[in-house]
């Protein structure tokens, strides 16, 4: 029995001035550093094999400060063969190095025009009912974004592709991502329905916890 641990992003200084950040690369806050390094530690005791984030430096700089409280280095592979080559030393991994995957697939949902307002301006701007059908429906994008379900249909294909191969390799996987790239994820793990999926909230900084046994998944309480 092996384990998927996915983790949200602590808060980032744009979560803390109530901003939507979708792919703006905006850093995490002083909260946010002190909730991944307490994730850091709840995860401390779990032996982390190989590990998954996005292309946004909030979800790395989570990873990274778990993983340092392991006392491991993530070496990132890359997905062009010549950066790949170039980019590791000739050993590969050397002892409580574990390699680590970055793609856009898991980046946070993209917000287009609403990226870096403030929330509370955006409903001033375009009335609450609007804001509110736009961050909470499942297929309704926000000008020039994506819906949730444009990220479950991005983000989905790379988990099957790409992290649960891992998880059938016996390996425990941590995913350090977003709210909406492991809603998706959470989706298609536990079957939710398009319906319910939205009233989901995922903490900052707070590991989900699967068990992962012959193909299938049981989440840990």
């Known amino acids: 029995m092996n384990y998927l641990i996915l983790v949200r992003h602590g808060q980032s200084r744009w979560n803390l001035e109530n901003r939507f950040t979708g ?3 905006v850093p995490l806050s002083e909260k946010g550093i002190r909730e991944a390094m307490d994730c850091a530690t709840e995860l401390e005791n779990m ?3 190989v590990a ?3 292309k946004l430096i909030r979800a790395q700089e989570t990873l990274f400060l778990i993983l340092a409280k392991q006392k491991k280095s993530g070496v990132f592979l890359h997905e062009s063969k010549k950066r790949d080559e170039w980019s590791h030393h000739p050993s590969r991994f050397e002892e409580n190095e574990i390699p680590v995957f970055s793609n856009d697939a898991l980046n946070e949902r993209f917000y ?3 990226q870096g307002q403030n929330k509370q301006e955006a409903r001033g701007k375009f009335g609450e009912e609007q804001v509110f059908i736009w961050r909470r429906s499942y297929d309704i994008q926000p000008p020039g974004g994506e819906s949730l379900k444009d990220t479950y249909e991005r983000t989905i294909p790379y988990f099957k ?3 649960i191969p891992q998880l059938e390799n016996e390996k425990n996987v ?3 991502a977003h709210g909406n790239s492991l809603r998706s994820v959470i989706k298609y793990i536990e079957n939710i329905s398009d319906e319910d999926i939205p009233k989901l909230e995922l ?3 707070k590991p989900v916890y699967y068990q992962f046994e012959n193909g299938k ?3 840990e309480e």
């Open 203 to 205: 903490a900052t900084g």
């Open 112 to 114: 287009g025009e609403l």
């Open 52 to 54: 998954f984030t996005s």
């Open 23 to 25: 792919w703006v690369d």
């Open 47 to 49: 032996e982390i094999d």
């Open 161 to 163: 592709e790409a992290i």
């Open 174 to 176: 941590l995913v350090a």
């Open 217 to 219: 998944f049981t989440k």
